[in-house]
């Protein structure tokens, strides 16, 4: 009977591990908490009649020695259907981060370690847990898989089946659910008021709001019997009071999975934020956390039209130190708002204001990353500073919505519309026509670069007077002729302009009006027409430079900028007064190319600015950049090099060194222009006329045809050439020669009288 006795105990007790070992399973794995010792595992007692004492098991981290489960104070016996978590040694039950987050009817125990593992549990690399025995028997076995955000756990979808990594899921919630139902967990019955939509998403004023509230059956049997109620929240207390109530419908046999959709209309809704609350009830759900939903929606005043307020101006390639910015204009009659309005290019997206600014009607408001935009820039309307998007060079986009995220304007530009260069902005021609056309813009023609703030340059505006030109005539005088003066203006606005044109001088050539000359008054022109003035005024005996300033006046004009017009006019010389007299085309030993001048008045002249061109193969003009005197009646010498003082006894004129264009030896010209550009001589030779073999070609009479081949001829000089000296072939006024020598008796002997 003993032997019998104690075999059955112990038969007895076998078969109370062997149940109780299988009734354990891992359930919660949290690895990457939000600091310190927060790891935790949970497991869970799988019966429904017995307990389990947790002080015999142990869990193993990975290669780590296992650690012993101990009493935290609450004792150690898991009762059935309920959840133990496991936490290190070292956390504070009290204070922890899960302190009231875990159940009352949840077992908390620890391990004996501080740690699991060697040092906590690794949170970027999947690793394996095992929960043994006394016997170090495996009881159950998980691999985790570390791809967790930081304080989401890894918990067990069903808890009666195994392990696998397929059973297992990321928490759905913070910090986890130690001690409760896991949140990946499909339960029983489970109606869940899965999303709650407006239409339209953005309402306006007077707009109908349809509102779709969806149901769906998250557990895992039918819901056989449900009702679903939307309250307009109308006091926002987020209680849904039965006068609040806008439709209630009750449904049956919602399947696993499957969802329906309820729709219901707020008509005619004013300006406002409204509040609405979608419930589903069933009285079977396990989770009613999900059963309602609490969403607002604003309906905004009446938005604005598209192209409200347009994109104006865009100074997207400024001069360095300057900052980019763009301008909008309101082109309406009425004040815009531009809170919550947005304002981006083709990558960034900011919001211009989130505080009441009113852009006013018909103006405008200036953009800028940078205040000190107003340094550079005199700016009548307001400068609004806010974190521009940098805009390419290349090509961008710009595009302003407004604060229900409606598009007012857009534009894409591309460097060839304009703006890319010097310092100009790109300014659009016509608020009416889209900005999406190429066409309408251009670079600024201000003569600030750009008009924030402003009308644009390239705008025609309503009155707008443009002084264009200031006409001479003669166009080009000649020293003391009488001079006299017309004035071109148009009128480039839409509207007939009454206006009044004044003339003065500028003496000392500062363009800026010294001394007033006229002024006429009572003109008027008609959108589109121009006018010639002519002033009495006469210049007389012009001996000098003299400016010119013109100003017209109109009170009404919208651009000043082109009201104003200066130009100078100076003197010249005649044909002929100073001439091409020889030419060195074709030297010899080494000798430069050079050419001679010769001044024909009684007055000295400045050739700088003056210029010499060659005429055949490919023309070269070099200009005289410096002062150069030509004294009158004297010559002057212009050479490729200095070394021509070595080829000659002596180069009485001035000689200019210059980058000579290289002359033909067969056939060529050469062109003299003065300072205005006008032909003062021009000479087209042959070396049929001389000048070859290291002679030069000179001139006979410097009052005779440039090109009559009988006035050059090859130099008889004994140095072959004359630089700076009058020709030899030239008459001269006083001429003594020594014609020859002769001897009588021509053949004289030895002791003869010889007449000489």
Same mark, same amino acid.
């Given at each position: 009977?003993?032997k019998?006795?104690f075999?059955?105990?112990?038969f007895?007790?076998?078969?109370s591990y062997s149940?109780s070992?299988?009734?354990?399973?891992?359930?919660?794995?949290?690895?990457?908490?939000?600091?310190?010792n927060?790891?935790?595992?949970e497991?869970?007692? #799988?019966?429904?009649?017995?307990s389990i004492n947790?002080s015999?098991?142990?869990?193993?981290?990975?290669?780590?020695?296992?650690?012993?489960i101990v009493?935290a104070?609450f004792?150690?016996?898991?009762l059935?259907?309920?959840?133990?978590i496991?936490?290190?040694n070292d956390y504070?039950?009290?204070t922890?981060i899960?302190?009231?987050?875990?159940?009352?009817?949840?077992?908390?125990?620890?391990?004996?370690?501080? &740690?699991?593992g060697?040092?906590?549990?690794a949170? %970027?690399?999947s690793? @394996?847990l095992?929960l043994l025995?006394?016997?170090?028997?495996?009881?159950?076995?998980?691999?985790y898989?570390a791809?967790?955000?930081?304080a989401i756990s890894d918990?067990?979808?069903?808890?009666?089946?195994d392990s696998?990594?397929?059973?297992?899921a990321?928490?759905?919630?913070?910090?986890g659910t130690p001690?409760?139902t896991?949140s990946v967990?499909p339960?029983n019955y489970d #109606?869940?008021l899965?999303?709650?939509?407006?239409s339209p998403?953005?309402p306006?004023?007077?707009?109908?709001?349809t509102i779709?509230?969806r149901?769906?059956?998250?557990g895992i049997i039918n819901?056989s019997s449900?009702?679903?109620?939307i309250?307009?929240d109308?006091?926002?207390?987020s209680?849904?009071?039965?006068?609040? +109530?806008?439709?209630s419908?009750?449904?049956?046999n919602?399947?696993?999975?499957?969802?329906?959709t309820a729709?219901?209309i +707020?008509?005619s809704?004013?300006a406002?934020t409204?509040?609405?609350i979608?419930?589903?009830?069933?009285l079977n759900d396990?989770n009613?956390?999900n059963?309602?939903l609490?969403k607002?929606?604003?309906?905004?005043?009446?938005?604005?039209n598209f192209?409200?307020?347009?994109?104006?101006e865009?100074?997207?390639?400024p001069s360095t130190?300057?900052?980019?910015?763009?301008?909008?204009?309101?082109?309406?009659?009425e004040?815009?708002?531009?809170?919550n309005w947005?304002l981006?290019?083709a990558?960034?997206?900011i919001?211009?204001?989130?505080q009441?600014?009113?852009l006013?009607?018909?103006?405008?408001?200036?953009i800028?990353?940078?205040a000190?935009?107003?340094?550079?820039?005199?700016?009548p309307?307001?400068?609004?500073?806010?974190?521009?998007?940098?805009?390419n060079?290349?090509g961008?986009?710009?595009?302003?919505k407004?604060?229900?995220?409606i598009k007012?304007?857009?534009?894409y530009?591309?460097?060839e519309?304009?703006?890319n260069?010097g310092?100009k902005?790109l300014?659009r021609?016509?608020?009416?026509? @889209?900005?999406t056309?190429?066409?309408?813009?251009?670079?600024?023609k201000?003569?600030?670069?750009?008009?924030?703030?402003?009308?644009?340059s390239?705008?025609?505006?309503?009155f707008d007077?443009?002084v264009?030109?200031v006409?001479?005539?003669?166009k080009?005088? +000649?020293?003391?002729?009488n001079?006299?003066?017309a004035?071109?203006v148009k009128?480039?606005?839409?509207n007939?302009?009454?206006? &009044?044109?004044t003339?003065?001088?500028? %003496?000392?050539l500062?363009?800026i009006?010294?001394?007033f000359?006229?002024?006429i &008054?009572?003109?008027?022109?008609?959108?589109?027409d121009s006018s010639?003035?002519q002033?009495?005024y006469?210049?007389?005996?012009?001996?000098s430079?003299?400016?010119?300033?013109?100003?017209?006046?109109f009170?009404?004009?919208?651009d000043? %900028?082109n009201n104003?017009?200066?130009k100078?006019?100076? @003197?010249g010389?005649?044909?002929?007064?100073v001439?091409?007299n020889e030419i060195m085309?074709?030297?010899?030993?080494?000798e430069?190319?050079?050419i001679e001048l010769?001044?024909?008045?009684? +007055?000295d002249?400045?050739l700088?600015n003056?210029?010499?061109?060659?005429?055949l193969?490919t @023309?070269v003009?070099?200009?005289?950049k410096?002062?150069?005197i030509?004294? /009158?009646?004297s010559?002057?010498v212009?050479t490729?090099?200095?070394?021509?003082?070595?080829?000659?006894?002596?180069?009485?004129?001035p000689?200019l060194?210059?980058n000579?264009? /290289?002359l033909n030896n067969?056939r060529?010209g050469?062109?003299?222009?003065d300072n205005r550009?006008l032909?003062?001589?021009?000479v087209l030779y042959s070396?049929q006329?001389?000048?070859?073999?290291?002679?030069s070609?000179e001139r006979i009479?410097?009052i005779s045809?440039?090109?009559?081949?009988?006035n050059?001829a090859s130099?008889?000089?004994?140095?072959q &050439?004359?630089?700076?000296r009058i020709?030899?072939? %030239?008459p001269?006024?006083?001429?003594?020669?020594?014609?020859?020598?002769?001897?009588?008796?021509?053949?004289p002997?030895n002791?003869d009288?010889v007449?000489i």
């Amino acid at each position: 009977m003993i032997k019998k006795f104690f075999l059955f105990i112990f038969f007895l007790i076998s078969i109370s591990y062997s149940q109780s070992d299988t009734l354990i399973t891992f359930s919660e794995v949290m690895f990457s908490p939000t600091s310190g010792n927060n790891e935790f595992v949970e497991i869970y007692n #799988l019966s429904t009649t017995q307990s389990i004492n947790l002080s015999t098991y142990k869990i193993k981290y990975y290669t780590s020695t296992a650690d012993q489960i101990v009493d935290a104070g609450f004792g150690t016996t898991l009762l059935p259907n309920s959840y133990a978590i496991i936490f290190e040694n070292d956390y504070d039950i009290t204070t922890g981060i899960y302190s009231g987050l875990v159940p009352s009817n949840a077992l908390v125990v620890k391990i004996a370690d501080n &740690s699991f593992g060697t040092s906590g549990m690794a949170n %970027t690399t999947s690793r @394996p847990l095992w929960l043994l025995n006394s016997a170090n028997d495996t009881i159950d076995y998980y691999f985790y898989s570390a791809n967790n955000p930081t304080a989401i756990s890894d918990e067990k979808k069903i808890m009666n089946r195994d392990s696998l990594a397929t059973n297992w899921a990321n928490s759905l919630v913070l910090n986890g659910t130690p001690g409760f139902t896991n949140s990946v967990s499909p339960t029983n019955y489970d #109606l869940q008021l899965s999303s709650l939509t407006f239409s339209p998403t953005i309402p306006i004023a007077g707009n109908d709001i349809t509102i779709t509230a969806r149901v769906k059956n998250k557990g895992i049997i039918n819901a056989s019997s449900y009702s679903l109620e939307i309250f307009n929240d109308i006091n926002k207390d987020s209680v849904a009071e039965t006068n609040e +109530l806008i439709f209630s419908q009750s449904y049956s046999n919602l399947f696993p999975n499957d969802s329906i959709t309820a729709t219901t209309i +707020l008509n005619s809704l004013s300006a406002d934020t409204y509040q609405i609350i979608a419930r589903v009830n069933f009285l079977n759900d396990l989770n009613p956390a999900n059963n309602s939903l609490i969403k607002q929606f604003t309906v905004s005043p009446p938005g604005n039209n598209f192209n409200d307020i347009i994109i104006n101006e865009i100074m997207y390639a400024p001069s360095t130190g300057e900052p980019e910015w763009i301008e909008l204009y309101n082109r309406t009659t009425e004040s815009i708002n531009l809170k919550n309005w947005k304002l981006s290019d083709a990558a960034t997206t900011i919001t211009i204001t989130t505080q009441d600014n009113f852009l006013p009607a018909n103006s405008f408001i200036v953009i800028s990353k940078d205040a000190n935009v107003k340094n550079f820039y005199s700016i009548p309307s307001e400068v609004f500073v806010a974190n521009l998007p940098s805009l390419n060079n290349t090509g961008d986009a710009v595009v302003i919505k407004d604060f229900n995220n409606i598009k007012i304007d857009s534009v894409y530009y591309l460097p060839e519309w304009g703006g890319n260069t010097g310092g100009k902005s790109l300014e659009r021609i016509d608020y009416n026509i @889209p900005s999406t056309t190429s066409t309408n813009w251009k670079t600024s023609k201000s003569i600030f670069k750009a008009t924030p703030g402003n009308i644009n340059s390239v705008t025609q505006k309503d009155f707008d007077v443009l002084v264009s030109d200031v006409q001479f005539n003669p166009k080009y005088p +000649l020293l003391g002729d009488n001079i006299n003066i017309a004035v071109k203006v148009k009128n480039i606005g839409k509207n007939t302009a009454q206006f &009044s044109v004044t003339l003065f001088e500028d %003496t000392n050539l500062d363009s800026i009006p010294d001394t007033f000359i006229e002024s006429i &008054s009572n003109l008027s022109l008609t959108a589109g027409d121009s006018s010639s003035l002519q002033f009495n005024y006469q210049v007389q005996n012009l001996q000098s430079k003299k400016g010119f300033f013109v100003r017209a006046l109109f009170i009404q004009d919208q651009d000043t %900028t082109n009201n104003y017009f200066y130009k100078s006019i100076e @003197p010249g010389f005649p044909n002929q007064t100073v001439v091409v007299n020889e030419i060195m085309y074709a030297p010899l030993g080494g000798e430069p190319e050079w050419i001679e001048l010769y001044n024909n008045s009684s +007055l000295d002249i400045n050739l700088k600015n003056w210029s010499v061109t060659d005429v055949l193969t490919t @023309p070269v003009t070099v200009t005289i950049k410096n002062d150069f005197i030509i004294p /009158s009646n004297s010559y002057a010498v212009l050479t490729r090099d200095s070394s021509i003082n070595n080829y000659h006894r002596f180069v009485p004129s001035p000689a200019l060194k210059i980058n000579l264009p /290289s002359l033909n030896n067969d056939r060529d010209g050469v062109v003299i222009k003065d300072n205005r550009e006008l032909t003062i001589d021009s000479v087209l030779y042959s070396n049929q006329w001389g000048g070859t073999s290291g002679f030069s070609l000179e001139r006979i009479s410097s009052i005779s045809n440039s090109n009559n081949q009988f006035n050059w001829a090859s130099s008889k000089d004994i140095e072959q &050439s004359t630089p700076g000296r009058i020709n030899s072939i %030239t008459p001269k006024e006083f001429d003594l020669s020594v014609a020859g020598i002769s001897f009588s008796p021509r053949f004289p002997t030895n002791g003869d009288d010889v007449l000489i």
